[in-house]
């Protein structure tokens, strides 16, 4: 999660923006309205185990 509002520039420079007062970035590549989450992962079963950090 991060302080809205933000505007995301895309690599193809293409620019996200949000006027939310908090905005989650999505992570799994599969939300409709990419970069930022729109829950779309809750649908999808999880294909393998998180790898812990360090």
């Known amino acids: 999660m991060v302080e809205g ?6 690599p193809n420079g293409d ?3 949000s006027d939310r007062f908090q905005v989650a970035i999505c ?3 599969k939300s409709s309205c990419y970069p930022l989450c729109d829950t ?3 649908r999808f ?3 393998s185990k998180r790898r812990k950090c360090g």
């Open 5 to 10: 509002p933000l505007s995301i520039e895309l």
């Open 15 to 17: 620019v996200v923006e």
């Open 27 to 29: 992570m799994c590549h």
């Open 40 to 42: 779309s992962h809750r």
């Open 45 to 47: 079963k999880r294909t």
